[in-house]
């Protein structure tokens, strides 16, 4: 019961940061870990993607009518990044991951640095015209993205944030709830491969879930309340953490 409640703890927490910079995994799967050392990564992540599938739903449920979700993009992006997802999550086995942390590192690093040095990057929304380049440029961007999720993904939310704003001209709060509905193909595309395979924990999953929405609900309000600035700050924030754990698992012996 303890461990449970612990987990709940963290699920509403992983929940809140989700919905406004990403990066829930983050938070829960280190938790799952510690909690269940005894469970396969596959399982880990399961249990992870179910309970973020619906804190992600409920954010993006909160941005609707109340942020403008640019549907021309975000649609094609979301069912792209659906199918590669799928694909990632399917050859998750055959590329080792040891491989994949120097490359993420070193492109959220690059993120970083870019993002603190343009002050004005995602502060202000710019219209754009949208046509096909502009639609390509989405499908591709949602592939890649959701390969990587289901691949192995750590920092998904926070890179679809950077290039929506670095490609499309969003403002971080539209990037973020443009984020969301990407985030929920991703999700939903490697339940399809986790459920059926057995991986998903549900009297553990399920109750954070629900702990999972509820932070979600907090840190939409919060997002929709606070605006841009406070994004763009705590979205640092997390890239830096998101930097720290990934130099930790590398340094870490075999």
Known sequence: MLHLTILCAFAYCAGMIDAVVGGGGLIQIPA???VLPGAQNATIFGTNK???????????????????IPWKLVLPSALSAFAMSFLGAA????????????VVLFLVVVMAIYIFRKKDFGAIQRPMTIGTRERVLA???GG????YDGLFGPGTGSFL????IRYFAFDFLQASASAKFVNIATNIAALLFFVPTGQVLYEIAIPMAIFNM??????????????????????LFLLVILILKLAYDMMKPA
């Not at 840190?219 to 929709?224: E, I, K, L, P, W």
């Open 32 to 34: 799952l870990i510690n």
């Open 50 to 68: 179910f309970a973020a599938v619906w804190g992600t739903s409920v954010a993006a449920r909160n941005y609707v009518g109340k942020v403008a």
């Open 91 to 102: 050859t998750v086995s055959s590329i080792p991951q040891g491989l994949l942390r120097p």
């Open 139 to 141: 499908v591709l961007i």
């Open 144 to 147: 890649g993205i959701g390969f």
């Open 161 to 164: 944030i950077f290039l929506f």
């Open 214 to 235: 509820l932070g979600a609900y907090t840190g939409t309000r919060v997002a929709m309340k606070r605006g841009t600035p406070f994004i763009r700050a705590l979205f």
